[in-house]
């Protein structure tokens, strides 16, 4: 598979950086799910050394050297290409971004995180305003050092998502954002439904996470390589992609919506990191390629399949059988429960179709930060006022306003339009392919991942997000199917 | 705590290894409990990755420039001493071992394990015997690479047990072997039970798991730096002592003593772990100091406390709550239950009494092996013929005879004189202490558990096994305690 000897010799330095990586995977994961309590004494420290000697091996000199020469070499293999190209993406924030900002944005994102935290508890964002003050100025000198075309902005959505432009971000909601709103407006004119009263049925844990793991047996998972745990806030790890991937899942007590979505959306991402070939574990292109092409099989998995009519169909009995309350209600009950449509506070919250504008929101106000448009103590009242505007409701707090999210505390400004991306192009999957609801209804859930893993999964990073779409569907971000989709579905 | 500028920067340079350690004891605590069966396939890869960077920062030049400049150092503290001590220790096997051996040694014995596995299964010891010859000869030459006083077999007893020699085994031993024969020619005389019906009565798997949690419980854990998991075979881990340290227990469904005193053993690793002073944590005196002090924490817990009729009579009203079929036992009958004496031919099935002359049987054939005085080829003749002296009874093929163990297969010799050592030094505890039944009776773990951490516990590494006995027990291993602890218990 590797022809290049300078690509073969980048690869054997890689190994220990991949294992490095993958002690950094297995720690993270053991952190959330099992590690007693007071083991973070001695996790915070472990992780942290190796996160430095992680930097300390991609930044050294004779790495960074045939990484270069192989740049130059001709007739490179797309494969060997991916690796070049991933390489020095990684390269490019090292070098650019001096170590003091790294390091003080590590320490001020690690005190906003708790000042966040109690500034949510309190509803108080002028707890929380300096540390955001501070991690939006760092972010700016990120953006600077990084360096962009037209916008600081689009620096930092590379992070997230390579070669993602403000100006892919601006076209998509150009589309979304009067096509939801229509949508929205002609649901509310015919009534569909905004509550269900499953949403309040207190349900019996054991038994709702016997009903998940069945129906995640039916959606079908390798059980060699694959795991599911319980843990605070669900997750996918790639621990040794692809022979070893975990979810978790977690079990609040009321509205099994929540972990049987949970469940097929981490699945969704599982299922991508699963699919990878194996020819490619271990190396730079080893994993998905980016948090928008990962959230578009997500979301896929858990709305185009999972709140499918015919999903819905094909998965109650199983419900039925673990669930006693479901007794009374029909198979089209449990659609309309699964797809319950009303304007609100919170973005985890959201339905399918009014989750893209709390992402236009959070966007826009991004880009204002960004350039220092707006003062960050003015962000409460802008955030109240564009819900408002784009939802028609008006938070009581910050709790249930700015402050609802841990992304910005976290520092990840540019993140959020990955999801509204994944969104886009999950329904551009399903009209692709163009048979998905008819395959569901059989229960030929195989032949579906089968085209998933052929478009998608397969390559792994070898292609960047754009060109990886434009292989497999001729186009790359295109958010009319969306609308056509989300029409059609709430028809 | 630290004084010395150069112990220090020591200090500071071991972080990252104590860090990669660290992350060694993640994946090898998940490999053996959590791991899909696939994920070996990186997972191998990257512990192999991280030993060898271990390794590489250990011998880095200026660390080892350190070591020697601190070694110098007048006023160290007894902290400070131990801890180049051991460093010197690590050092040791890495300068003087050449690497060439180090690394046919890894490949020798990961074939030999596949190879005795398989041999073990077909009762054959000739489809295992050229691996173990292989492993003896490169034994041989890392005992000559380590150098010895007296005996070859020396050098390799002081990997385990710093500073144990063939002569402090053999006076234990010389003690042992007639105090225990006449030991068991009493019991046989007097007719001990060498059986109990309750050793067949197979168990519901989840009863027997809340009995043993609720036992542990009674013994007394730290919540919030503890864990119990299953694993095939149990365990103990320091992930990051004191703060998490995790144990495993097997349950098979039949003899119910099995996991209950495999938890308190390993409860008896792990309470030692967890009484580690909290200032040694991430320093290279932060973990036990020896195999043998190890297990005389785990046989003491076991053993003294948990075998006694103290504790069945303690327990038993929590044994009885879980297991229906004891009703119809008295708390004596668990303490014959527990403390059945029979000569047999499986080390790890061996009781309390017989167990040491398991050990006594493979010390001398080790021995012997080392030194070439026996032809590998001949061991399970000589094996037979010594168990038929020691204790009596004669394998009928290797599986239950020479080939029982895997130490061999994973190139551990020099090993099993821990297991005799630990089980003296827990009676030497039990005496020195002088009212632990009296304890165990009133319940009182607490007091018992402040005396080990007192005593053993808390010191780490930071003396080396004799002094550390000498200075808590004023002698260091006197069998002659252990001959009158059996000899008092079983009268």
Known sequence: MIKSETVRQILDHYRVIWALGHAQSVMGWDSETYMPEEGIKGRAVARAEIAQLIQRF?????????????????????????????LKRDLKFYQRVPPEVVKEFAKVTSEAFVAWRGAKEKARFDLFLPYLERIVELTRVVAEKLGYEEHPYDALLDLYEEGLTSRDVETVFSVLEPGIKSLLYKLESRGWPRRHPLEDVPYDKAKVEAAVMEVLEFVGYPKARFRVDVSPHPFTVGIATPFDVRITVRYRGVDFREPLFSALHEYGHALYELNIDESLAMTPVGSGVSLGIHESQSRFMENVVGRSREF??????????????????????LFYYFNVVRPSLIRTEADEVTYNLHILLR?????????????????????????????????????????????????????????????????????KHGKIRELVAEGNLASVKEYLREKIHRWGSVYPPKELLSRGFGETYNAEYLVKYLDEKYD
């Open 58 to 86: 991609m930044l050294d000199e004779k790495f960074v050297k045939l990484i270069e020469r192989a740049e130059e070499e001709k007739d490179l293999t797309d494969i060997e290409r991916g690796i070049i190209r991933t």
């Open 363 to 431: 966007y826009r106000l991004e880009r204002l930060m960004v350039t220092g448009e707006v003062k960050i103590s003015q962000l409460p009242e802008l955030w109240n006022n564009e819900m408002d505007r784009l939802l028609g409701v008006r938070p009581r707090n910050d709790a249930e306003g700015v402050l609802q999210d841990i992304h910005w505390a976290h520092g990840s400004i540019g993140y959020f339009p990955t999801y509204t991306l994944g969104n886009v192009v999950a329904a551009m999957i399903y009209y």
């Open 312 to 333: 819905a169909a094909k998965i109650s009995p199983t419900l039925r059988k673990h669930l006693d309350f479901l007794a009374k209600y029909a198979d089209d009950d």
